[in-house]
């Protein structure tokens, strides 16, 4: 498929996967002739309830079946991240060789591995394998009704639907309920039947999606009531720019027919001269924002959760090809201030969102290493995300920055600049920069609330988001409601003669992800289960970084909207 070819080129830019390995399956072209070996993968165990915190499948007393081992390695960065440790099952399966109810290890099982696996079923422990890369899912055992008896799910029937040469569809059923007693051996068997099957190749993930969640009538009326706000905010900064800005040119023209003394006698009003620019964290929303549209778009023309980890790959390749967008937006700005030290500031720029990001999973990596989780990232993995780093996203930076620089680092302002900032005078307290910049964010907020909860539903539970044009959607309407408050906000704050614009502008946009990380506070206490100090730091650290990035990036845009108006109004106002 597509997205296969954009996975291999993914993964051959970021030097992660060398030559393929030969394996007995043909899996990754997903054809096999009969009586062919198909690899039943153990992937992960862990409690249900807290998704991200797995551990290696045979880190529970499991036994294996006798079939001779085949290694597997990470195909992609993203495995390498997410966690996913495949290990071979030991199960003989043929492609429609069926498999009659078959014995295929015992597990001796002593005090320690009973107690292992009553802890296990006591935490709700489920697994997840996979067969042609198509997951499936089993529950370890269960408890009866007082909780004093644990019984161990022994028998994993299979049921593998095909249609022609290519495996379309895997049901798992656990049989073979068997009460734990110590000093005693336990018998695990599965079987294999195969049943022909309509379903196409190209649809065989359908079944792992829940149309019915996505697309519920309150998905759609959010995005209706996104659109009113839309409407509403545009017609807004429209009669700002229409009317009100008009009265208050029409006001400058007359103080220009005053005399010196006039002028000085007179009282000013209206908006001051803006204020020598500041250096903003836009650069680096900018390029956020470029990932953001150009990863949705990928989803949107490739099915990415098809394949494991296939979306953070994707993301880290269009982040690290994206930086002479960082570069170029912060070499630009930099030399229209007249900075001097500009290859710090390209270091900054470079390394601030790898650094916080990095810094935030190797903190939670000590704690997934004291856990002995899957989710411990390997060192040869940190060797390659700092090689990202220094050898793709410097240099691509470097050259964003030379660009940035050359081609559009002139001052440009629309009017003299005065050299010393005049003093502000009093205002109402709504009026200040610090309530402006609190409000900013809640009508932002807003228009993203709902698609939030199916987003932090995607990824902390078992949803698979797949409506990505919805997330596009929103995507544009963050960007229309995020400019048009910032307007809004800046147009009051300049008619009441702060020039301290630049700062509130991309402050007031940014405050959306305070309020989206209060409410991943709620999400976490009323919407999940979650629990343990592994999967809390993990939730609230990336919250973290999620939040973060999110508030950059609507920062820049807001700033950027901001920006162009202020430029339109002060070309037209003729005063120095």
């Known amino acids: 498929m597509g997205s296969s070819r954009w996975k291999v080129a993914a993964a051959a830019f970021l030097a992660i996967v060398g030559a393929l390995l030969p394996v007995d399956a043909d899996e990754h072209e997903h054809t096999y002739i009969e009586k062919e070996e198909v690899v039943l993968w153990m992937n992960t165990v862990g409690p249900y309830h807290n998704r991200q915190e797995t551990y290696k499948y045979f880190s529970l007393p499991f036994c294996a079946g006798s079939k001779k081992t085949i290694s597997h390695y990470h195909e992609t960065l993203g495995e390498a991240l997410q966690g996913v440790e495949l290990e071979f099952s030991g199960l003989d399966i043929r492609f429609k060789d069926e498999v009659m109810q078959t014995t295929y290890c015992e597990i001796d099982l002593d005090k320690a591995k009973r107690d292992a696996f009553v802890y296990a079923i006591k935490n709700h422990y489920w697994y997840q394998m996979y067969i042609d890369d198509l997951p499936i899912w089993g529950i370890v055992g269960e408890a009866d ?8 799910w022994t028998y994993k029937k299979l049921e593998i639907g095909f249609n022609g040469n290519r495996i379309v569809d895997v049901n798992l059923t656990s049989e073979g309920k068997v009460r734990l007693v110590p000093n005693t051996r336990i018998a695990m068997s599965y079987s294999v039947k195969w049943k022909k099957s309509d379903v196409k190749f190209e649809d065989r993930f359908d079944k792992y999606l829940d149309p019915s969640f996505f697309q519920h009538r309150i998905h759609w009326f959010s995005i209706f009531n996104s659109f009113m706000m839309v409407i509403f905010l545009v017609g807004l900064v429209s ?12 006001r400058y023209s007359k103080e220009e027919e005053m005399d010196d003394m006039d002028r000085d006698l007179g009282d000013e009003y209206g908006w001051k001269q803006p204020s020598h620019d500041v250096l903003l964290a836009h650069r680096l ?22 394949e494991r980890g296939s979306m953070l790959s994707t993301a880290i390749f269009v982040y690290a090809a994206t930086s002479p967008v960082n570069g170029y937006f912060g070499g630009s700005l930099y030399a229209k201030q007249g900075g001097r030290r500009w290859i710090k500031q390209m270091f900054i720029g470079a390394f601030l969102i790898p650094a916080m990001v990095c810094g935030t999973a190797f903190f939670i990596n000590f704690i997934a290493i004291y856990y002995h989780a899957s989710r411990a990232i390997p060192f040869g993995t940190m060797v390659a995300v700092c090689s990202i780093c220094f050898f793709v996203i410097l240099p691509l930076n470097l050259v964003g920055t030379i660009l940035g620089r050359n081609l559009s680092g002139q001052p440009n302002f629309p009017c003299r600049v005065n050299a010393v900032p005049r003093p502000i005078p009093e205002k109402k307290w709504f009026m200040e920069p610090a309530v402006i910049v609190c409000l900013g964010g809640i009508l932002p907020f807003g228009s993203i609330f709902i698609e939030m909860y199916f987003i932090f539903t995607s990824f902390w539970a078992y949803k698979i988001y797949y409506v990505y044009g919805f997330m596009m959607l929103v995507l544009v309407i963050l960007c229309i409601v995020t400019v048009c408050v910032t307007i809004v906000c800046t147009y009051f704050l300049l008619n009441a003669e702060d020039y301290r614009w630049q700062w509130t502008s991309f402050l007031s946009a940014a405050s959306t992800a305070v309020y989206v990380y209060m409410y991943s506070f709620y999400y976490y206490f009323f919407k999940t289960k979650m629990y343990g100090l592994f999967q809390t730091s993990f939730y609230f650290g990336y919250m973290a970084v999620f939040s973060t990035s999110l508030g950059i990036m609507c920062g820049a845009v807001g700033y950027m909207g901001t920006s162009a108006f202020v430029r339109k109004i002060y070309t037209n106002v003729k005063i120095d």
């Not at 700002?240 to 208050?248: F, G, N, S, V």
């Open 145 to 152: 009704e007082n909780g004093e008896d644990h019984y161990l």
């Open 239 to 250: 009669m700002i720019l229409m009317r009100t800005l008009r009265k208050d040119y029409a």
């Open 285 to 306: 929303g900018c390029q956020i924002f470029s990932v953001s549209f150009i990863v949705i778009i990928v989803a949107m023309v490739e099915d990415l959760y098809t």
